[in-house]
């Protein structure tokens, strides 16, 4: 039987175990009688260059000025990302490269199976794709895959099942599979990241039940499924932990309450995403809140109705005024994501998101703010012209996929939004009751008592 290595590459935060890794691993051990062990080098590339700030961010005592520190850790790291992206670009080795690459060949691994998360990953898989070509068998799957990374990885897969077929070399009954197995996080040193207290992912769902925003493109040919919420109960319970991540992508109310009820006596604490509609309650929530409900991230996106029409997020901008208050009067940590610069939003359409942050203020404790960039298998990219935009353009670039530009035909410009975005920026920021870096490190908001 073959031995299999699964690996997690730079860059992401580092401050939980990835998920998909833990899954995948959970699901080979149950089904697979050949060798499986995973890598994080995302945590290990972290853990060398940046051990410093590795140190303080485990320890809350010291976060009295957690603002100037992250400052600092933001701007170093997004330096060294920068300079060793630009590298790989330019064909060369990134900074560790072969210290990386020697912690894979170490474990002497007959197939090794990457899991690209995000795109910021591409650059070092594009080279350690390379320098195992040929020597060992590789396979690549997660939502950032390109054409790219596909074309020097023996095998690009979809799901578990194609790997476990992959590396067992014969097609398997599905119906004979144990889909009932525990995810294990505690493979992973959990005491490493980048946190004073573990914070471990939980998926309850693949995908998006809702499906409707014009500007999202997550869910593509994903199907959504549900997963036994029995089965994630014993997740939780097994990983001995407090703290934790729902990173479904959507959740229905009446799935959250259903949730709420498996684990409301399991004293833990957790956080989501979720759309802010006026089945969110006062009831409701403080049911939410009763179960462990911590921290809710809210995708406001504007406060302006025509935005939100246009994006089909299936919002109401009073009902979200109210959900807000509804959240902060229950004692929940309120995230409120923001994005400026939609097709055909104006400058006083543009404002209005900004009045309603501040008439709203009070019920909120982060700003998560954006501007809109176009992607591709969007509902927008997919009919441009329903949203102002014209002469789309796809520019080759060398590690991800092509850089789209485009054209719009009313409202305003990326260039635009950019620019009053960051004429407002003090207004934005004197909402915050958290540091603004914690939209970087959630983990650390979920966690902290810092206001």
């Known amino acids: 039987m073959k031995n299999v290595l699964l690996v997690y590459l730079p860059f992401c935060t580092p401050a939980s175990p990835p998920f998909s890794l833990t ?19 995302n945590l290990e590339f972290h853990k ?11 320890d809350e005592k010291q976060w009295a000025n957690y603002e100037e520190v992250f400052s600092d850790y933001f701007r170093e790291s997004s330096k060294v990302y920068s300079e060793n992206n630009r590298l790989v670009v330019d064909g060369k080795n990134p900074e560790l490269f072969d210290e990386l690459l020697n912690q894979i060949l170490d474990k002497k691994p007959d197939v090794v199976a990457f899991s690209i998360v995000y795109s910021s990953q591409s650059f070092y898989a594009l080279l350690i794709l390379k320098a195992l070509k040929g020597k060992i068998k590789t396979v690549i799957g997660g939502p ?46 959990l005491k490493e990241y980048f946190t004073p207290k573990p914070v471990v992912p939980i998926k309850t769902s693949t995908s998006c039940y809702y ?83 911590e921290m809710a991230m809210w995708g406001v996106e504007s406060g302006n109705q025509r935005i939100l029409d246009l994006m089909k997020k299936g919002t109401n901008v009073l009902d979200v005024k109210t959900v807000l208050k509804n959240t902060h009067d229950n004692g929940i940590k ?75 035909t009313s409202g305003l410009t990326k260039e635009g ?19 603004k870096g914690m939209n970087y490190f959630r983990e650390h908001m979920l966690i902290s008592n810092y206001n």
């Open 417 to 435: 939004a950019m620019k009053l975005r960051k004429n407002y920026k003090k207004t934005l920021e004197k909402i915050n009751k958290y540091p």
């Open 334 to 408: 309120t995230i409120v994501y923001i994005m400026f610069g939609f097709p055909t939003e104006t400058k006083e359409e543009f404002l209005d998101t900004i009045n309603f942050l501040k008439e709203n203020s009070k019920y909120i404790d982060l700003v998560s703010t954006t501007v809109f960039g176009l992607q591709s298998n969007t509902k927008i990219y997919e009919k441009p012209g329903g949203f102002g935009i014209k002469n789309v353009n796809e520019e080759e670039r060398i590690v991800l996929e092509p850089k789209i530009t485009y054209e719009i």
């Open 48 to 58: 060398l260059k940046f051990s410093s700030y590795q140190r303080y961010f485990q």
């Open 23 to 41: 899954s995948i691993y959970s699901f080979l051990k149950a089904n697979y009688n050949g060798g499986v062990s995973l890598l994080d080098l």
């Open 144 to 189: 950032a895959i390109n054409e790219r990374l596909s074309l020097i990885a023996d095998k690009t897969l979809s799901n578990d099942v194609e790997l476990l077929e992959f590396i067992s070399e014969k097609k398997t009954d599905s119906t004979k599979l144990d889909f009932n197995y525990v995810t294990d996080f505690n493979v992973f040193k």
């Open 211 to 293: 499906k409707q925003c014009t500007f999202c493109s997550h869910h593509k040919n994903v199907k959504y499924v549900e997963y036994p919420l029995e089965i994630i109960k014993n997740n939780i319970k097994s990983s001995k932990q407090k703290y934790f991540f729902l990173i479904d992508e959507m959740i229905s109310v009446d799935r959250l309450l259903k949730f709420a009820e498996i684990v409301k006596d399991l004293n833990i604490k957790w956080a989501c995403q979720l759309k802010p509609t006026k089945e969110y309650t006062s009831v409701v929530l403080k049911k939410l809140k009763d179960a462990g409900l």
